[in-house]
């Protein structure tokens, strides 16, 4: 069966008893399974979440009588057109969205399916941590949170019945605040899973379904089995709109000592680690070459382009952990707990007789050749330049880490792990012949205030649960008073005697 082309869709939002024949165009954001608690062995029913083209989403069941009929038809991730189904009002006591009413399939119900690309794929609500904590009908509604991953621990829960479950304990920050969140069972592995393809820096997670509760009379966000998503630095609007303002953030209120006279002095290591047997390159070979690795480099910094601030996990030692398997891990301190710190890393161009790129180096690898900065509240661009201005033009060792090849060399991406300028490594590459781009004069650059400005315009992409119930609340308003008014005029008036 189809629908004419003409249709017009209702907005969930609208969806009340007394407008159950209208059709709606949905996806299929989350679907899961009831157990029913006296019969494990038996289904029942199947609850699902929809959202609309407007980011408003209902809560939909499948009674165990239809799960037959309706289970195989509709598929997560999915898009459909909906109608006949009944609307009541839902009762239960963990809603997943803030909508009064759900949708219950009936046997006159029907399916088919849709291709609208344009319906929200993720169908976020994320609320702020203050209003986790607030905890304002918190108890009642599954919640989307947000946050920059600051701490984590794995446990093991053992239970009076001899089960033993496994969970990872985390923190949770924005800007001025944060929250504990924790996830069990198979979630637990989804959440290892995910962290395999975070790159950069501490990550920023989503996690959607969650609940808040009280441990302890501490507040924590727990995940469901089953029910909560989990994303890791996901490619959402509302996440790097986050991103950009925990940037922005951290930019202005670092207090900086990473270049400080107190910092500047080079271990004896780095300046060994240029007698390595590693390939010498050229700036084009690096580029064209589709072979990652850890090469030598001759080079010129012609330019300070930009600074990037962000988190990152570091150990004691102090080394930054590369990555999360499992736990974060110090090979060389053979510890897994690490602390959170603010990092400044920075992108130059370099070029040499064969072409230029971009490479990007934390301050700490650049404070060989660097002068000084004191410490100071924030940074910026034009502060890192004239810290670098005295080698501006100046040829230099590097050694490079190619981390990422691109064959058109857009997103070729490349990091300089060591630098010096040490005349000691300087002869020894003349001696062998790769001592080959020469220095040459760059005129001193202009201060430019539109440098200092380069993180994009943001605004908070969270809200407060108070608001998402409003919403609802209101347009459930407007719609009795809206159907009590239709009611009124459209009924025959009765005569006097």
């Not at 608690?37 to 408003?56: A, G, I, K, T, Y």
């Not at 995940?223 to 890791?232: D, M, N, S």
């Not at 230029?356 to 330049?385: C, L, P, W």
Request: aromatic share 10%; hydrophobic share 40%.
């Amino acid at each position: 069966m189809s629908l004419p082309d003409e249709v017009v869709f209702g907005d969930i939002i609208q969806a009340n008893p007394r407008n159950a024949g209208v059709v709606y165009e949905v996806r299929v954001l989350r679907k899961w399974s009831v157990i029913d608690r006296l019969h494990p062995e038996r289904v029942e029913s199947v609850n699902m979440v929809f959202v609309d083209e407007h980011n408003h989403k209902i809560q939909a069941t499948i009674p165990s009588d239809l799960i037959s009929v309706f289970d195989h038809q509709l598929v997560e991730k999915n898009v459909y057109q909906v109608w006949s189904l009944s609307i009541d009002f839902n009762f239960d006591s963990l809603l997943p969205c803030h909508h009064r009413y759900k949708f219950i399939f009936n046997r006159n119900s029907k399916v088919i399916p849709s291709d609208n690309p344009l319906l929200p794929t993720y169908g976020l609500s994320l609320i702020s941590a203050d209003s986790v904590h607030k905890k304002r009908l918190s108890q009642r509604y599954m919640v989307d949170v947000v946050g920059v991953v600051t701490a984590v621990q794995h446990d093991k829960n053992f239970f009076p019945d001899g089960k033993v479950t496994q969970s990872v304990t985390f923190q949770m920050n924005e800007q001025r605040s944060s929250f504990e969140c924790e996830l069990s069972g198979n979630l637990v592995e989804e959440f290892r899973k995910s962290f395999v393809s975070s790159v950069g820096g501490l990550p920023i997670v989503v996690l959607q379904f969650m609940k808040i509760e009280i441990s302890q009379g501490c507040t924590l966000v727990e995940g469901l089995e089953g029910i909560t998503r989990i994303f890791v630095d996901p490619s959402i609007a509302d996440v790097t709109n986050f991103r950009n303002g925990m940037a922005w953030f951290l930019r202005r209120n670092i207090l900086y000592r990473g270049l400080s006279p107190a910092s500047t002095s080079v271990p004896m290591s780095h300046l060994v680690d240029f007698v390595r047997r590693y390939p010498v390159r050229t700036i084009e070979e690096l580029k064209s070459n589709p072979e990652l690795g850890v090469y030598f480099l001759n080079a010129r910094i012609s330019d300070v382009v930009d600074v990037e601030t962000w988190w990152y996990p570091l150990c004691n030692c102090p080394s930054i952990f590369d990555g999360y398997i499992g736990a974060f891990f110090c090979q060389r301190c053979n510890v897994d707990k690490f602390n959170p710190a603010p990092k400044v890393k920075i992108a130059f161009e370099l070029e040499d007789e064969t072409g230029n790129a971009i490479f990007k180096a934390f301050d700490h690898v650049m404070i060989s050749v660097a002068s000084s900065i004191e410490v100071t509240r924030g940074v910026t661009i034009d502060q890192f330049y004239n810290a670098f201005a005295s080698i501006v033009g100046k040829s230099i060792m590097f050694i490079v880490k190619k981390t990422n090849h691109d064959p058109n060399g857009v997103d070729s991406r490349f990091e300089l792990v060591r630098v010096s300028d040490h005349e000691t490594v300087i002869g020894f590459f003349t001696h062998t012949g790769y001592y080959k781009t020469p220095s040459r004069n760059v005129g001193k650059r202009v201060r430019n205030a539109r440098r200092q400005v380069n993180i994009p315009i943001s605004v908070p992409c969270t809200s407060t649960i108070s608001d998402l119930v409003d919403e609802y609340l209101v347009a459930a308003a407007a719609n009795f008073e809206q159907n009590t008014e239709v009611a009124s005029t459209s009924r025959t008036k009765r005569t006097r005697d």
